[in-house]
């Protein structure tokens, strides 16, 4: 009878966990389900003299009143269910689901798993006292100030209510502005190129959009953000927060961590009131210690992603209260796994929350981007020899990383962060995270005409047998012509060939007064290879902003996000002369000449730190706004 129970049990379980909603699972009493093995055995007979769909009704409640009957009795008895067979006292007594490495094997059964047991589906299981203790030795060290631990126990993960930045997360304190940029970035990624997938009556979710979903096809998001409705950016909230724990789980897991306290809050309350039940459920809690954690702390570990959106649906009063960026940056950590945070990191030692300004270092920032704690922006690994090696980021992402450090020469970042699948990047300066992002992914492809240029140069070099003297000759030069495809008038090949040898300078006059439809780098648009695009930059901190206006009446300056447009002309990476002497001449007619001056009418260039972090990606970039500049602090 027992064997029977087991796999009653695990036939449950496997029902239970379908991406369908559940029938109702009981319509008897649970002494129904006494008959174990045999009410399941009469549940299939009676399946053949009625509908087929009853049958499988009728065996599904009754498998899981057994199933169920089961996990009671094994409650009551002190132990712990589990869905394998027969475990050893040692594994049902381990907590090391969350202190693990996140590299087992998949599961057969997709479960939440709880530690030592399964989580009932609504409070979850507390930390052991060693996983406090790790975590918040991890998080914060030994020696942290009540200042920090008060900037990041007071930031929820919260919309702008101001209409032109509504569609950024707002800042108030100091601190978890790591997270909540690269949360941004990820919303964005789905507000701008996914719109389609949050607009009202969308009933379904589709899977994660990454790599392959993208083909480096061409997309463009609006800037209208005011339009957007706040079911939208709270759906494409908890898509990106699903995303980031499931990819710092290796797309296997996902921890959610909420408070022990609000649990009556979330499921008494409705959901205009909710917030305020929160609210007063929170008064007076603070986070001081690892026995802190462990007593208001409890985590729900998930294998199915429709599960986690439709938990993070349920709990985001929970994240959107003051200790929602601190609860989401925890559910990132054990959705890694705490020894596997370790692992990725060079110096274990240090918290990863940085003194004495309690910021985010970069090993939470890459966490949450490329769902590994390393602590550096590279590509790969630095071998320093004798064993010893750096550790980069490793894969291509979602969304990239740039840094005025590199413009310092503090630091290098990688292609991997640098051209990211998404024109999005979260934007990291001395003392602060912002988020910098296109609405056309074309910013991201190279210069066409740069392209041209490389390749011209390329089988010239590959005929100059002067030493890199610049020169090749005759026959050599009719070669370069067939292989790049240039088609030069017979006037004009004759006159570069007059002397015997063709000289590289020469050559490359002719290209750039030859039409691209001929092979050359002229361009009718009058461009001459620079690339033009817009930019906005995204500051979640709230501050005063007067846009550059006076503020009359002693009225008190609106506390709002900063949004800034900016305009980025990229010119190509010839020299000044080379790109003078390819500018259309004034002998096209009054048509061309109008459309030369337009390309040639130019706003004086504008600098802000952040144009030295977007030169990092865009060399030789030029910006202009209007307003106030973009800040990155």
Same mark, same amino acid.
């Not at 001929?518 to 620079?530: Q, W």
């Given at each position: 009878?027992?064997?029977?129970?087991?796999?009653?049990?695990?036939?449950?379980?496997?029902?239970?966990?379908?991406?369908?909603?559940?029938?109702?699972?009981?319509?008897?009493?649970?002494d129904?389900?006494?008959?174990?093995?045999?009410?399941v055995?009469?549940?299939?007979?009676?399946s053949?003299?009625?509908?087929?769909e009853?049958?499988?009704?009728?065996?599904?409640?009754?498998?899981?009143?057994?199933?169920?009957?089961?996990?009671?009795?094994?409650?009551?008895?002190?132990?712990?269910?589990?869905?394998?067979?027969?475990?050893?006292p040692?594994?049902?007594?381990?907590?090391?689901?969350?202190?693990?490495?996140?590299?087992?094997?998949?599961?057969?059964?997709?479960?939440?798993?709880?530690?030592?047991?399964?989580d009932?589906?609504?409070?979850?299981r507390?930390?052991?006292?060693e996983?406090?203790c790790?975590?918040?030795?991890?998080?914060?060290?030994?020696?942290?100030?009540?200042?920090?631990?008060?900037?990041?126990?007071?930031?929820?993960?919260?919309?702008?209510?101001?209409?032109?930045t509504?569609?950024?997360?707002?800042?108030?304190?100091?601190?978890?502005?790591?997270v909540?940029?690269a949360?941004?970035a990820?919303?964005?990624?789905?507000?701008?190129?996914?719109?389609?997938?949050?607009?009202?009556?969308a009933?379904?979710?589709?899977?994660?959009h990454?790599?392959?979903?993208?083909?480096?096809?061409q997309?463009?998001?609006?800037?209208?953000f005011?339009?957007?409705?706040?079911?939208?950016?709270? !759906?494409?909230?908890?898509?990106?927060?699903?995303?980031?724990?499931?990819?710092?789980?290796?797309?296997?897991?996902?921890?959610?961590?909420?408070?022990?306290?609000?649990?009556?809050?979330?499921?008494?309350?409705?959901?205009?009131?909710?917030?305020?039940?929160?609210?007063?459920?929170?008064?007076?809690?603070?986070?001081?210690?690892?026995?802190?954690?462990?007593?208001i702390?409890?985590v729900?570990?998930?294998?199915?992603?429709?599960?986690?959106?439709?938990?993070?649906?349920?709990?985001?009063?929970?994240?959107?209260?003051r200790?929602?960026?601190?609860?989401?940056?925890?559910?990132?950590?054990?959705?890694?796994?705490?020894?596997?945070?370790?692992?990725?990191?060079?110096?274990?030692?240090l918290?990863?929350?940085?003194?004495?300004?309690?910021?985010?270092?970069?090993?939470?920032?890459?966490?949450?981007l490329?769902?590994?704690a390393?602590?550096?922006?590279?590509d790969?690994?630095?071998?320093?020899?004798g064993?010893?090696?750096?550790?980069?980021?490793?894969?291509?992402?979602?969304?990239?990383?740039?840094?005025?450090?590199?413009s310092?020469n503090?630091?290098?970042?990688?292609?991997?962060?640098k051209?990211?699948?998404?024109?999005?990047?979260?934007?990291?300066?001395?003392s602060?995270?912002?988020?910098?992002f296109?609405?056309?992914t074309?910013?991201q492809e190279e210069?066409?005409?740069?392209?041209?240029?490389?390749?011209?140069r390329?089988?010239?070099?590959?005929?100059?047998?002067?030493?890199?003297?610049?020169?090749?000759?005759?026959?050599?030069?009719?070669?370069?012509?067939?292989?790049?495809?240039?088609?030069?008038?017979?006037?004009?090949?004759?006159?570069?060939c007059?002397?015997?040898?063709?000289?590289?300078?020469e050559?490359?006059?002719a290209?750039?007064?030859?039409?691209?439809s001929?092979?050359?780098?002229?361009?009718?648009?009058?461009?001459?290879?620079?690339k033009?695009?817009d930019?906005y930059?995204?500051?979640?901190?709230a501050?005063?902003?007067?846009?550059?206006?006076?503020?009359?009446?002693?009225?008190?300056?609106?506390?709002r996000p900063?949004?800034?447009?900016l305009?980025?002309?990229?010119?190509?990476?010839?020299?000044?002369?080379?790109?003078?002497?390819?500018?259309?001449?004034?002998?096209?007619?009054?048509?061309s000449n109008?459309?030369?001056?337009?390309?040639?009418?130019?706003?004086?260039p504008?600098?802000?730190?952040?144009?030295?972090?977007?030169?990092? !990606?865009?060399?030789?970039?030029?910006c202009?706004?209007?307003?106030?500049?973009?800040?990155?602090?």
């Open positions: 009878m027992a064997d029977q129970e087991e796999e009653d049990l695990k036939m449950a379980l496997r029902l239970s966990m379908q991406p369908s909603p559940p029938e109702p699972k009981r319509s008897k009493p649970r129904a389900a006494a008959g174990g093995g045999a009410a055995a009469a549940a299939v007979a009676a053949s003299s009625s509908s087929p009853d049958g499988r009704r009728m065996q599904r409640e009754l498998m899981a009143a057994a199933a169920e009957k089961r996990m009671l009795a094994s409650r009551g008895a002190g132990g712990a269910p589990s869905p394998a067979p027969s475990p050893s040692a594994q049902s007594q381990s907590p090391a689901p969350l202190l693990a490495p996140n590299n087992e094997k998949s599961k057969p059964l997709p479960q939440r798993e709880g530690g030592a047991g399964v009932d589906g609504r409070t979850g507390a930390l052991s006292s996983e406090a790790q975590l918040f030795s991890m998080v914060f060290g030994s020696d942290v100030s009540k200042g920090i631990l008060a900037q990041w126990s007071n930031q929820g993960i919260r919309f702008s209510p101001d209409p032109e509504s569609m950024g997360l707002v800042q108030h304190e100091g601190g978890p502005c790591g909540l940029a949360v941004q990820f919303v964005l990624k789905y507000l701008l190129f996914f719109p389609d997938d949050f607009r009202k009556g009933s379904t979710i589709s899977p994660f990454g790599t392959k979903a993208s083909s480096r096809r997309f463009q998001g609006s800037d209208n005011a339009s957007l409705t706040d079911n939208e950016k709270l !759906r494409a909230l908890i898509r990106s927060m699903s995303e980031i724990l499931f990819h710092c789980g290796s797309n296997k897991r996902a921890v959610i961590a909420t408070l022990s306290v609000t649990g009556k809050e979330l499921e008494g309350a409705a959901d205009g009131s909710k917030d305020e039940s929160i609210i007063k459920a929170l008064e007076g809690l603070s986070i001081e210690s690892a026995s802190d954690l462990q007593s702390l409890r729900e570990t998930y294998s199915v992603q429709a599960t986690v959106f439709q938990r993070l649906e349920a709990t985001l009063p929970v994240f959107q209260s200790m929602g960026a601190l609860l989401f940056l925890i559910s990132a950590l054990l959705s890694r796994g705490l020894d596997a945070v370790q692992a990725d990191r060079d110096d274990p030692s918290p990863l929350v940085t003194a004495p300004f309690g910021h985010a270092s970069q090993e939470i920032v890459n966490l949450l490329c769902g590994q390393v602590p550096n922006v590279f790969g690994r630095m071998d320093l020899g064993g010893m090696f750096l550790k980069g980021v490793s894969t291509s992402v979602e969304v990239g990383f740039l840094t005025l450090l590199e310092l503090f630091c290098k970042v990688g292609q991997h962060l051209c990211p699948i998404w024109p999005i990047w979260v934007v990291g300066s001395e602060h995270y912002t988020v910098l296109a609405l056309d074309v910013v210069n066409e005409l740069e392209e041209r240029e490389s390749q011209i390329r089988a010239f070099d590959a005929q100059d047998q002067s030493g890199g003297g610049g020169f090749i000759g005759v026959e050599g030069f009719h070669q370069v012509l067939r292989e790049t495809d240039i088609r030069l008038t017979s006037e004009k090949v004759d006159q570069l007059s002397s015997g040898f063709i000289v590289w300078s050559f490359w006059q290209i750039l007064d030859l039409d691209s001929m092979g050359g780098l002229k361009d009718s648009s009058g461009l001459m290879g620079k033009v695009f930019l930059h995204f500051n979640g901190i501050k005063s902003d007067l846009n550059g206006q006076a503020n009359l009446g002693n009225e008190a300056p609106v506390q900063r949004l800034t447009k305009r980025v002309s990229v010119p190509p990476r010839w020299t000044p002369e080379e790109f003078m002497a390819a500018a259309p001449s004034s002998s096209g007619g009054d048509q109008a459309k030369d001056a337009e390309v040639a009418k130019q706003e004086p504008q600098h802000a730190p952040l144009v030295d972090c977007i030169r990092t !990606r865009w060399p030789r970039a030029v202009n706004w209007v307003g106030d500049p973009p800040s990155i602090v």
